[in-house]
Antibody, heavy 119, light 108 residues
Framework: QVQLMQSGAEVKKPGASVRVSCQASAYSFTDYAMHWVRQAPGQSLEWMGWINIRTGATEYSQTFQDRLTITRDTSASTAYLDLSSLKFEDTAIYFC????????????WGQGTLVTVSS | EIVMTQSPATLSVSPGETATFSCRASQFVSNNLAWYQQKPGQAPRLLIYGASTGAPGIPARFSGSGYGTEFTLTISSLQSEDSAIYYCQQYDTWPPLTFGGGTKVEIK
């Protein structure tokens, strides 16, 4: 069955950068776009950006425009989120989510990666 | 940016009863509306897309309706495992894709 396996929890200091990976299995990786969504503690879901896996084209929320980079390695069926200049308010669970064939909604999600920003 | 507003914030319903809650979009989104269920410590799960189409494997007791700016999710014959937070998401006009604040369903 389709699985998105994310990397483990991270603890970072303010100003640092973090990379979260998302390895896909049991489907053709290049046939589906990948999005990233985050959820701060006790809060709703916040869309961050997406990548066309086939072409590598990306689009980001203006909230993260200058700090966020999403990439992919098709040989490893893995997508990556890089977030720089971390702030305390970036503490959240970060999810990768596969774009559905029905539109820009999400049919499969990774298990989530907790990123804690603490001094 | 399209703002999604869900109500109520919390709903307490007895097993076997029906739970109904709403999602309102600040602008027209046609039927480009999805619903997700999220249980504690888990990722969201897609329930409904196209405002009213059930995702594969989702029980028929979950149903969605609405068009334009007003949407509803109904859970009939509520079961204990339906205790969760439910989020709506519009995918009509983006970026950004936007989610509602969620409705927490509690089982009495």
């Amino acid at each position: 069955q389709v699985q998105l396996m994310q990397s483990g929890a991270e603890v970072k200091k303010p100003g640092a950068s973090v990379r979260v990976s998302c390895q896909a299995s049991a489907y053709s990786f290049t046939d589906y776009a990948m999005h990233w969504v985050r959820q701060a503690p006790g809060q709703s879901l916040e869309w961050m950006g997406w990548i066309n896996i086939r072409t590598g084209a990306t689009e980001y929320s203006q909230t993260f425009q200058d700090r966020l980079t999403i990439t992919r390695d098709t040989s490893a069926s893995t997508a990556y989120l890089d977030l720089s200049s971390l702030k305390f308010e970036d503490t959240a669970i970060y999810f990768c989510a596969r774009r559905s064939v029905y539109g820009n909604l999400f049919d499969y999600w990774g298990q989530g990666t907790l990123v804690t920003v603490s001094s | 940016e399209i703002v999604m507003t869900q109500s109520p914030a919390t709903l307490s319903v007895s097993p076997g009863e029906t739970a109904t809650f709403s999602c309102r979009a600040s602008q027209f989104v046609s039927n480009n509306l999805a619903w997700y269920q999220q249980k504690p410590g888990q990722a969201p799960r897609l329930l409904i897309y196209g405002a009213s189409t059930g995702a594969p494997g989702i029980p028929a007791r979950f149903s969605g309706s609405g068009y334009g700016t007003e949407f509803t999710l109904t859970i009939s014959s509520l079961q204990s495992e339906d205790s969760a937070i439910y989020y709506c998401q519009q995918y009509d006009t983006w970026p950004p894709l936007t989610f509602g604040g969620g409705t927490k369903v509690e089982i009495k």
